[in-house]
């Protein structure tokens, strides 16, 4: 038992400390004007370069333990190197400050539905596998990967293997929580309110009561914690020109990692619009030059090249399920047809068309369009998650108003007021939401968030500081903790109880054997394939599948009758 509990606790540790050691070296190498005491930012630069790695690392060998090994030790004798610089008393007990407390959320028996359904069995297959080209043809997880995967296969180490899966997430949180108390307390030090610092506390709120569950963060919900930091720090450039350099690697960093984490993320692109467009107003377009000088412009350019790869391999599909993407000429690729048909499908569910334990009764296709949807949708889906979260968000909003609105306004008003562009942008994004995916994870958490926060911070920030007010956030900030502590603690009493989950003796999460189905086929079509030269037509074939080996790598097909 103490041994379970001692190579777990230890690494944690030493993946966080590799993570940051890989940020450091990352921005001393490209010269990236990010300070290496900004201790979030360099954990999430880490992140974004271990994306990057793991990207094109896993074209030629598999992400095994002996390549792990060697991959964080060069993570941790950056961060020896780099110590006087990174790790100054301050930052050393703020980073594991943070990382003490998510630990608790990253104690996991009972993972999501979708985990064992192509989560695992992807990062695994990292794992186990150099580049498989069309594995799409496997399961349909397989045609719609992510960044996080990715990142996740480089922590398979000896003894733990593969139960540090929800370490990808837990980073992200963890240097995000970092980066907003960091701007939480920049501003508090400050004479006069500001909406970025109301921006920085609803968001710490916001991401550590509702998405307190790591194991339920997915890929969607990390990404849209990025998403909350982008809009803040993209908000923050207008009437901030003289820290544009140090604005702009960050805001590389944040869309890089997002776009790669769930391709449909791409529609956040459309906030560089507004972006563009004050930068002409305000004669700053000297400074969009800068852009394309950044390294970390290029590095973006590349994890998008791969990322689109990597869909190609796999499906022969630029963006899946995109149909007009889709290129029907390589012999792996899905028939378009059943791309469409996924789409549909896609819809059909975030349009609440099916769930556990119901199914409309109106055909898929019939039923996304024309508002068929809309009130079986605000039946099952609108009563009770989306209510409550619009009541949660109005109770905050009450909260704020009550405790921070002052009886005196600011002579000057907040020079916000200018960027009211991107609120609707915001809206404009709210419409394709409601539209065409309506789900919360699809997005709509954020966008609602947004809405909500982005006129009340605006609001309070026209008034005077009032009285006791950083005893005021001091208290709101423990009591977020308190909450985020108090709601795990109940979910692990929970998961001891209903699941019999015993973390007094493991603290491992459960796993399926159908978590490794996929694996058992690719280690048979793999051992026929070794055995077939490179000039083979045919290494293997069933009623299902057949393989072929090109230039050395494996080739799955679907066989279609």
């Not at 001692?6 to 030493?14: A, E, G, P, Q, V």
């Not at 954990?43 to 271990?50: K, S």
Request: proline share 2%; aromatic share 22%; charged share 15%.
């Amino acid at each position: 038992m103490v041994s379970n509990y001692l190579t777990f606790l230890i690494s944690y540790i030493l993946i966080i400390l590799s993570v940051v050691g890989h940020g450091v070296l990352a921005i001393k190498l490209t010269k990236t004007n990010i300070s290496t005491e900004e201790i979030g930012f360099v954990g999430l630069a880490g992140i974004f370069f271990l994306i990057l790695y793991s990207y094109i690392t896993h074209f030629f060998v598999s992400h095994g333990y002996l390549h792990n090994i060697i991959f964080i030790t060069i993570g941790l004798v950056s961060i020896y190197y780099y110590r006087s610089k990174i790790l100054i008393k301050r930052n050393f007990i703020f980073l594991f400050s943070i990382f003490s407390i998510i630990f608790l959320a990253f104690v996991i028996f009972k993972t999501h539905d979708d985990f064992g359904y192509y989560h695992f069995p992807y990062s695994y297959y990292l794992n186990k596998f150099s580049m498989i080209i069309g594995t799409g043809s496997l399961s349909h997880g397989f045609r719609t990967p992510s960044s996080i995967f990715y990142l996740n296969s480089l922590f398979y180490f000896p003894y733990v293997e593969y139960y540090l899966y929800n370490i990808g997430a837990t980073l992200i949180m963890g240097f995000s929580n970092i980066i907003l108390i960091s701007n939480i307390n920049k501003f508090l030090k400050k004479e006069n309110n500001s909406q970025f610092f109301f921006l920085s506390l609803l968001a710490f709120i916001f991401i550590n009561i509702f998405f307190y569950r790591i194991a339920e963060h997915g890929t969607d919900r990390s990404a849209q914690i990025l998403i909350l930091l982008f809009f803040i720090y993209i908000l923050s450039i207008r009437g901030n020109y003289e820290n544009f350099d140090n604005i702009l690697p960050k805001l590389i960093i944040f869309l890089s990692i997002i776009i790669s984490l769930k391709s449909f993320y791409i529609l956040y692109f459309v906030l560089i619009i507004p972006f563009t467009y004050y930068f002409f107003i305000d004669n700053k377009t000297n400074l969009l030059t800068k852009i394309f000088l950044s390294p970390l412009f290029y590095f973006s350019i590349l994890v998008s090249f791969f990322v689109m790869l990597v869909y190609i391999f796999n499906t022969g599909c630029l963006l899946y399920p995109i149909q007009q993407t889709c290129i029907g000429v390589v012999e792996w690729s899905i028939p378009k047809t059943e791309v469409s048909a996924l789409n549909t499908h896609y819809q059909w569910w975030s349009k609440a068309g099916g769930g556990p334990g119901y199914r409309s009764t109106i055909e898929p296709d019939i039923y996304i369009k024309n508002f068929n949807w809309i009130s079986n949708w605000i039946d099952r889906y609108f009563f009770n998650k989306v209510s409550d979260f619009l009541l949660s968000l109005t109770l905050i909003s009450v909260i704020f108003i009550a405790i921070f609105r002052s009886k005196k306004k600011k002579i000057k008003e907040n020079s916000f007021q200018q960027n009211s562009l991107y609120f609707y942008f915001v809206l404009l994004l709210f419409i394709e939401w409601f539209f065409n995916h309506p789900s919360l994870r699809y997005g709509g958490y954020i966008i609602i968030f947004l809405i909500f926060s982005i006129p009340l911070s605006y609001f309070l920030s026209k008034y005077t500081k009032p009285k006791k007010f950083k005893y005021k956030v001091t208290i709101i900030i423990w009591l977020v903790i308190s909450i985020f502590l108090m709601r795990n603690i109940d979910r692990i009493i929970y998961e001891n109880e209903f699941y019999k989950a015993n973390f007094m003796q493991n603290m491992f999460f459960s796993t399926e054997k159908f978590y490794f189905r996929i694996d058992e086929q690719l280690k048979k079509f793999s051992n026929n394939n070794q055995n077939c030269n490179s000039d083979s037509d045919t290494c293997f074939s069933d009623k299902n599948f057949t393989v072929k080996k090109n230039y050395g790598k494996m080739i799955i097909l679907r066989n279609r009758n």
